[in-house]
């Protein structure tokens, strides 16, 4: 199976892979201490409020640190943007004229940290359009559209340690085998017209739901669909990837740009669709940071705004 380093090697991207290598070295620290979660006691709450108001883990913490410390050493990333960041970190002396914003939610499914459920990183990456440190006039700066963005994925911390990736050329799975990432056997991901009929919602939710919504459910309910949600956005959307069915966070809790964005990205190269409201989430441009949208997504089969 493909290591990979050689999957790397073939996009022809350097600086896009020295990025992702520090992603994958941050993710397999990250890795280890959620495997020693209950002994360091990192799931106990930071004493700090996020931009989200949410009140970030030790470990949120830990691998928002880890991450932007990393990024910073390839001397490639201009602009950081995280969930625990409240404003944009910007970077500078660049080893190279082509360099990247990246955007990330450092640990996505934190609610899930106690029980051991399913944890991940997401992130995407798009070419930079700042300015670097230093330069005198500062621009507004700009956040980038949804379709400008170059790379995505997310590292899942579960059973395994996963890495599902696109360059925009396809979705690929690489499961860690204690030395190496190696391509999953379900690699590239493409949805068929066989994937299972799976639905994924917060039914605790339901009387904020909107009136197609709560339709489309009964539609569901009635063809006999499961109902499969674990609360945690990187395993929902890891199981859809793979089993097939629909995805859904219908109130504004999920953030734009490096949560939808990012997953929209793989979910598109899976020939599948992703939309917030009747927008396709890759069609959108954030305003801000931290700016929470609704998302549909999965296989067309199965995405209302397609029914
Ligand atoms: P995070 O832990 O990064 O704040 O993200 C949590 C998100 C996402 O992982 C998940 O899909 C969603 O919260 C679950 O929201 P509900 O509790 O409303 O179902
Ligand atoms: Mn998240
Ligand atoms: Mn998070």
Redesign the pocket.
């Known amino acids: 199976m493909k290591r990979l380093d050689v999957f790397l090697k073939e996009q022809k991207k350097p600086e896009l892979s020295i990025i992702i290598g520090e992603f994958v070295k941050s993710g397999k620290e990250i890795y280890k201490q959620l495997q020693n979660i209950g002994i360091n006691g990192y799931y106990s709450e930071s004493d700090e409020k996020n931009a989200?108001g949410?009140s970030p883990k030790k470990i949120?913490i830990y691998a928002h640190d880890l991450l932007v410390e990393n990024l910073k050493s390839t001397s490639l990333v201009s602009i950081i943007g995280s969930?625990e960041s409240k404003e944009l970190i910007k970077c500078g002396d660049f080893i190279s004229n082509k360099v990247y914003d990246v955007y990330f939610?450092?640990?996505?499914?934190?609610?899930?940290l106690e029980c051991s459920g399913g944890?991940?990183t997401?992130f995407g990456i798009f070419p930079s359009s700042s300015l670097s440190c230093g330069d005198e006039e500062e621009r507004e700066y700009k956040f980038p559209k949804g379709r400008d963005i170059v790379c995505s994925g997310y590292l899942y911390y579960s059973s395994s340690l996963i890495l599902t990736i696109t360059f925009g050329n396809g979705t690929f799975v690489f499961t860690f085998d204690g030395e190496h990432f190696v391509e999953n056997i379900k690699s590239p991901l493409v949805f068929t017209d066989k994937c299972q009929r799976i639905y994924s919602v917060?039914e605790?939710?339901k009387d904020k739901w909107n009136d197609i919504l709560r339709e489309q459910i009964e539609v569901f309910k009635k063809e006999n669909y499961t109902l499969r949600?674990?609360?945690?956005?990187?395993?929902?959307v890891h199981r859809t990837l793979l089993y097939g069915g629909v995805?859904i966070?219908p109130?504004k809790?999920?953030?734009l740009l490096y949560?939808c964005i990012p997953i929209s990205f793989l979910v598109e190269n899976c020939e599948g669709v992703s939309y917030s409201d009747a927008t396709k989430v890759l069609d959108l441009t954030p305003e801000s940071l931290h700016q929470k949208v609704p998302i549909v997504l999965g296989c067309k089969r199965d995405v209302y705004y397609f029914s």
Do not use: C, Q, W
Not at 105 to 112: A, M, Y
Not at 229 to 236: E, L, T
């Open positions: 989200s949410d949120d969930e939610d450092p640990l996505d499914g934190s609610s899930n944890t991940g997401i917060n605790g939710s949600y674990i609360g945690s956005m990187v395993a929902d995805f966070h109130t809790k999920l953030r949560e």
